[in-house]
């Protein structure tokens, strides 16, 4: 039991590192398709 | 007058029906389009509605010409050389000069006719038989749920058990199974949300959850793709197809008949089918999910059917040619569909996985909890791993075989 509660803390680590990381690397809806002209 | 009015109209209109046809009526033979204007006529939509394919250029093509406006001073000048219709057709089939302050890729494009046949599909058969194979599989279980009930250990529990998997191997698993039923309730939410939850939960409380769901979709599908690679890595070399599998599924892997136990190592054959279920349709999954993830930047599509026509599958099944040549809204459409269509199979299976891990097999789920599963259990089900990890028999000389086998 304790190696499925480690793995669905993983998942959890991983999905919010990956939120993160590809918002911090610009891969954001807004950051990818918004023009200058639109504000955030 | 009245008397002579009957015969001349009568002379009329047999010289009409005998006169050769105008050069009206010949113009418009030549060009059918003609008594239109340059519009589809009748014939074109029947066609359409035929399912045969229309020559749209009478369409694409008249999309006005700016060299013959009129002079800017003149009538009608301000007006340019093209007319609403002609805009909008420019902008339909991509002919017109856009300019857009978005800077996405393929923003440029801002009207895709494509769309609203992936719109119909995913709205119509993608649900309805999505639905029904979900459906099925529930059915299908409960129905063997029914007649075969749950299968016990025959020989009864040993109260001693053997390490099955270790905690690397369950990590993964979880790994897998965890994100897996995320993204499975998190698509489902998507894809069934606006007629199925909006009318149980209303707009506003449906919002958050479909803000949730994309949110989980999107992100938990690294620890998907992760886990995905985790026990490809750690389970391979146990899933090699060998002929003790033809065995397992010659007897239908003991699952219909009581008593019947088919040898097995590690994995049976029914879990290898399993295993490469989940590694090839995990991998398509992920392919076209990644496509979805960064939009217009992975396509795909047009390269798959250019080597399927080449392989000269599609045409085996009647489908003809598969386009190849595909705009980056359409990519994104067939990878939507694909990603949906894989999904609802990949459920499917799944359930059923489940199904024989839990409370379909008495035992199984110890593998997954603890690790360790009871060793009559291991005997009866894995009887080649059992004697391979012990070194002992697995049906000892005292003992009868299995009356099935």
Known sequence: ?40 | MTLLRLPMLTIFAALLLVAPPSAAQQAADDNPRAVTGGAQTLEDILARQRGERVDDRFRREAVGDPARAAGIRMQLGTLGGASDSEVFRALRYGGADVTVSARGPASEIIIQDGGIRWLEWRKGPLREWGGWVLAGMVGLLALFLLLRGPIRIDGGRSGETILRFNALERFGHWLLAGSFILLAISGLITLFGRPLLIPLLGKDAFAPVALASKWIHNNVAWAFMLALVWVFVFWIVHNIPNRADLVWLAKGGGLFVRGSHPPARKFNAGQKIIFWVVVVLGLSISASGLSLLFPFEIPMFAKTFEILNGLGLPQAVNLGELPTQLSPHEEMQYAQLWHSIVAFIFIAIIIAHIYLGSIGMEGAFDAMESGEVDRQWAREHHSLWFEEETGEPAHPAHEAPPAAE
């Not at chain 1, 999905?15 to 990381?21: G, P």
């Open chain 1, 1 to 40: 039991m304790r190696a499925m509660l480690i793995a669905f803390l993983a998942m959890a680590v991983i999905a919010v590192a990956a939120d993160l990381a590809l918002d911090y690397s610009g891969f954001a809806t807004s950051e990818v398709t918004a023009g200058p002209a639109v504000r955030n």
